[in-house]
Nanobody, 120 residues
Framework: VQLQASGGGLVQPGGSLRLSCAAS????????IGWFRQAPGREREGVLC????????YYVDSVKDRFTISKDKVKNTVYLQMDSLKPEDTAIYYC??????????????WGQGTQVTVSS
């Protein structure tokens, strides 16, 4: 089971980014994928999750109406589309997997993550 997060970068406020979480060694039909982030000086928090049965769950209200999650089962990749980005979205973003639902407490490792910086 391995996940690789990518797609981060520097973007101006109001801009967009799409993060990718490429899965290998398992099928997205069997695992739930969550996006998490850690901002400077803050604890890690959950952002958005998509279950193995394709239900999306938002962990934080601040990204509703701005972030969406989707999966491409052919590419075995989960995407986090981030629009109307704000400076407070600046963080390292991680994707992790679990065999349970988005509310499961047992998740895979953190990995390296991908840096998102929102700044003018």
């Amino acid at each position: 089971v391995q996940l690789q997060a990518s797609g981060g970068g520097l973007v101006q406020p109001g801009g967009s980014l799409r993060l990718s979480c490429a899965a290998s060694g398992f099928s997205l039909d069997e695992y739930t994928i969550g996006w998490f982030r850690q901002a400077p000086g803050r604890e890690r928090e959950g952002v958005l999750c998509i279950s193995y049965f394709d239900r999306a769950t938002y962990y934080v209200d601040s990204v509703k109406d701005r972030f969406t999650i989707s999966k491409d089962k052919v590419k075995n990749t989960v995407y986090l589309q981030m629009d109307s980005l704000k400076p407070e979205d600046t963080a390292i973003y991680y994707c992790r997997e679990t065999k349970g639902s988005c509310y499961d407490t047992l998740w895979g490792s953190w990995g390296q993550g991908t840096q998102v910086t929102v700044s003018s």
